[in-house]
């Protein structure tokens, strides 16, 4: 069954600055770590699907990318390495508030997790370009029936023939019928029910629609240690060229200590801690992906299969 995450169809009431309000509202309780600012990053993320105009990526993404700074801020590490894991499928090259976060350890996980993400499955968006009049956009980002997304939770936006805008989380997965949203009144959602559906959500597509997009498992098998051998050549790269350097410098500087200033000497700790979190992460993502290409290719669709020989 598609996994989907939905809080409600677009008012065409909602004004256009309210998803920015609250999202600076937001911003503003994080950074004073108030009580209250999981409710306004909740408050904003409901705003983003009830507005009428199309959100931008980086908007969507720092909704979750605040979430992990509140998890960090309570030391809450797994949790925020999931939020901003979901922050990085929807922006990809997504920059973090330096304001809001100043943890140079912090910093440097999101950075191994963009190195993480790059290496997971994409999708396509299920866009039936022959639809009329309906637009589709997937975290900020107009959607063709070409296009490929990373698999997880993003902010889907449809562009009605009627002009309003209806939105909703999705998590992808399987497509969604975006036509079929713009059928529905607005804004009640719950004509879903009356058509047979007993989720009250966005309808996913028919097998038939999905079947070709599937991709074959011997093409998924070779990607996947082709892509995780990538990741290991770049990870062991960082390893000789950035984090061996960068400790012989810090063993040089315990050798001589007066030849550094405290400052120098910190800007050194951090170099090798950046460069060492991006090495593990490449090296951990690419022993992850290779192992994964090759159960794929030896496991294959139909089941076990014993190779070598006997």
């Not at 909740?42 to 909704?63: F, K, P, W």
């Not at 002009?163 to 004509?191: E, I, K, M």
């Not at 192992?291 to 299969?305: F, K, N, S």
């Amino acid at each position: 069954m598609a996994a989907f995450t939905l809080s409600g169809l677009a008012s065409s009431t909602a004004s256009a600055a309210d998803f920015d309000t609250e999202l600076s509202a937001a911003r503003e309780a994080v950074a004073a770590q108030d009580a209250d600012a999981l409710a306004k990053i909740e408050a904003a993320d409901a705003a983003a699907i009830s507005g009428d105009r199309v959100v931008l990526a980086r908007q969507a993404a720092s909704l979750d990318f605040y979430r992990g700074v509140l998890h960090w801020q309570a030391q809450e590490t797994d949790a925020a390495m999931d939020a901003w894991r979901r922050a990085l499928i929807i922006d990809p090259t997504y920059a973090p508030d330096a304001e809001l976060l100043t943890d140079v350890d912090a910093l440097d996980l999101i950075e191994a997790l963009r190195s993480e993400t790059q290496q997971k499955e994409m999708r396509a968006p299920g866009v039936d370009e022959a639809s009329p009049g309906v637009r589709v956009y997937v975290s900020g980002q107009l959607m063709h029936s070409y296009d490929l997304i990373y698999a997880g939770r993003q902010l889907v936006q449809v562009l009605c023939p009627d002009g309003t805008l209806r939105g909703w989380w999705h998590v992808y997965g399987d497509a969604p019928d975006y036509a079929g949203a713009c059928s529905l009144p607005q804004p009640d959602y719950t004509a879903f029910a009356a058509a047979g559906s007993d989720t009250g959500k966005p309808p996913r597509a028919s097998k038939e629609d999905r079947e070709p997009r599937e991709s074959n498992p011997a093409l998924l098998g070779y990607g996947l240690v082709g892509g995780g051998v990538a990741a290991l050549g770049a990870g062991i790269a960082v390893q000789q060229l950035q984090v061996k350097p960068a400790y012989a410098e810090i063993e040089a500087a315990r050798a001589a200590p007066s030849s550094v200033t405290r400052a120098q000497a910190d800007q050194l700790s951090a170099d090798f801690g950046r460069a060492r979190w991006i090495s593990l992460g490449l090296i951990g993502v690419g022993t992850v992906a290779v192992g994964a290409g090759a159960a794929q290719l030896t496991l294959g669709p139909q089941g076990v299969a014993l190779t070598g020989e006997f």
